[in-house]
């Protein structure tokens, strides 16, 4: 039988946090996915995205006082280096996705591959990736993460 873990003493989960992040994201979302079939004025699209930001404002304020317990530490907005880092990931990530959709397009519309000929023409380069994420922990270990960026 595996032993029950209780929390450590003074760590304890951030529920009332936790709630106003999860009812801010699911208000902001409800609201887009809602806004396609009652348009972007609409009362229920508006509100849904008032009820969201009130939500992230009362996530902030209530992890703005530094708890030990914090959902998301504020601390880490001091980092001169963490925007930079978001901005890259933030246009890396879609790029990267964004190719692996389009290529799969490109394969089957203009070269006329079917599905399984344009996934074994993408093996390669998907292997090349798992390959290359196997080895990226352990070289970013040995020699950090400026010089494994760089």
Do not use: H
């Not at 873990?5 to 992040?21: N, Y």
């Not at 963490?82 to 089957?108: D, E, H, K, R």
């Not at 090349?128 to 994420?133: F, G, P, R, T, W």
């Amino acid at each position: 039988m595996v032993k029950e873990e209780s929390q450590p003493e003074g760590k304890r989960i951030d529920m009332v946090g936790t709630a106003c992040f999860g009812f801010g994201l699911f208000a902001l979302l409800m609201s887009l996915n809602l806004a396609s079939d009652f348009g972007w004025a609409s009362v229920g699209t508006l509100s849904g995205v008032a009820l969201a930001i009130v939500s992230f404002s009362v996530f902030y304020w209530l992890e703005k006082r530094g708890k030990p317990n914090a959902l998301i530490s504020l601390d880490v907005a001091k980092n001169r280096e963490l925007p930079s880092a978001l901005v890259i990931a933030a246009l890396g990530a879609p790029a990267f996705f964004a190719t692996l959709l389009m290529l799969q397009q490109f394969l089957q519309k203009a070269l006329s591959l079917g599905a399984q000929e344009a996934g074994i023409f993408m093996l390669p380069m998907m292997s090349a990736l798992a390959i290359v994420s196997f080895a990226a922990g352990p070289i970013y270990d040995r020699i950090g993460a400026k010089l494994s960026v760089s």
